[in-house]
Nanobody, 117 residues
Framework: QVQVAESGGGLVQAGGSMRLSCVVS????????MGWYRQAPGEEREMVAR???????NYGDFVKGRFTISRDNVKNTLSLQMNSLKPEDTAAYYC???????????WGQGTQVTVSS
């Protein structure tokens, strides 16, 4: 089993910065891909940023250089540094861990990010 837990989030003004953190515990040896996803009310969940164990990264088109994902394979942590936040970045942000062996996705409980204009 794998457990995923996010921290961070809250309220920030437009143009501000925020850092989200995630800790993955349990059978982490089978986890390759990790990432951040977000979901706004009435919208589908979308990929924000993702990374593999060997350091490949991929970002959603809307990020446009504003966010940076980082991963510590020893501590099994994942972070998302978000700069130049916009009101449209307001959403619940979820940490994801993908288990290659089973093809199963593990999700955290989500953390709310609200950007005020």
């Amino acid at each position: 089993q794998v457990q995923v837990a996010e921290s961070g989030g809250g309220l920030v003004q437009a143009g501000g910065s925020m850092r989200l953190s995630c800790v993955v515990s349990g059978n982490t040896f089978s986890i390759n891909n990790m990432g951040w996803y977000r979901q706004a009310p009435g919208e589908e969940r979308e990929m924000v940023a993702r990374t593999t164990r060997d350091g490949w990264t991929n970002y959603g088109d809307f990020v446009k250089g504003r966010f940076t994902i980082s991963r510590d394979n020893v501590k099994n942590t994942l972070s998302l540094q978000m700069n130049s936040l916009k009101p449209e970045d307001t959403a619940a942000y979820y940490c994801n861990a993908y288990e290659n062996i089973s093809g199963r996705n593990y999700w955290g409980q989500g953390t709310q990010v609200t950007v005020s204009s």
